[in-house]
T-cell receptor
């Protein structure tokens, strides 16, 4: 089956810093999503992005499907950005998740 | 808000007892999913449904069964719960654009 990898596994930032999270996948996919799981366990949709670039406030994402990767950019990080970031790829009818990047933003 | 409700949100039970988790949606989407989330394993698919009475297995389906008798409800049953099934269970639906939306999660502890 398809393999989904995320890097880095852990990231600690000072408030105000910028960061880039990466998602690599081993096969062609129909689509890709980024999620944020907050410290209370809620899974929040960030981006649904099969290709190209999208922006939403301080967050943006870019997917290069032909090269099998996606990047999530967080600018001017805030403590509320802390949590785990997952990418998920649509493979057939199912969504396959990466292991996540745990982000801690320190005040 | 994708109109997904999971119940119960928290449950503690004993080994060997049956457990049913319910996922209810209000928007009549065709695809529904059950995932479990465990430390070190991320989110893993248990079962999914692509319509009423149409279900299929995911990567960790052993020990679980599902039923979908109505579009809006997708039930996950543990016939005889074991301690290895202690986990957080998430229901999800695929929206009309193909995007996945999650419920709030159900935390199950099997003693």
């Amino acid at each position: 089956g398809i393999q989904v990898e995320q890097s880095p596994p852990d990231l600690i930032l000072q408030e105000g810093a910028n960061s880039t999270l990466r998602c690599n996948f081993s096969d062609s996919v129909n689509n890709l999503q980024w999620f944020h799981q907050n410290p209370w366990g809620q899974l929040i949709n960030l981006f649904y992005i099969p290709s190209g670039t999208k922006q939403n406030g301080r967050l943006s994402a870019t997917t290069v499907a032909t090269e099998r990767y996606s990047l999530l950019y967080i600018s001017s990080s805030q403590t509320t950005d802390s949590g785990v970031y997952f990418c998920a790829v649509v493979y057939g009818q199912n969504f396959v998740f990466g292991p996540g990047t745990r982000l801690s933003v320190l005040p | 808000d994708a109109g997904i409700t999971q119940s119960p949100r928290h449950k503690v039970t004993e080994t060997g007892t049956p457990v049913t988790l319910r996922c209810h949606q209000t928007e009549n989407h065709r695809y529904m999913y059950w995932y479990r989330q465990d430390p070190g394993h991320g989110l893993r698919l248990i079962h999914y449904s692509y319509g009423v009475k149409d279900t299929d297995k995911g990567e960790v389906s052993d020990g679980y069964s599902v039923s979908r008798s109505k579009t809006e409800d997708f039930l996950l049953t543990l016939e005889s719960a074991t301690s290895s099934q202690t986990s957080v269970y998430f229901c999800a639906i695929m929206g009309s654009t193909g995007e996945l939306f999650f419920g709030e999660g159900s935390r199950l502890t099997v003693l």
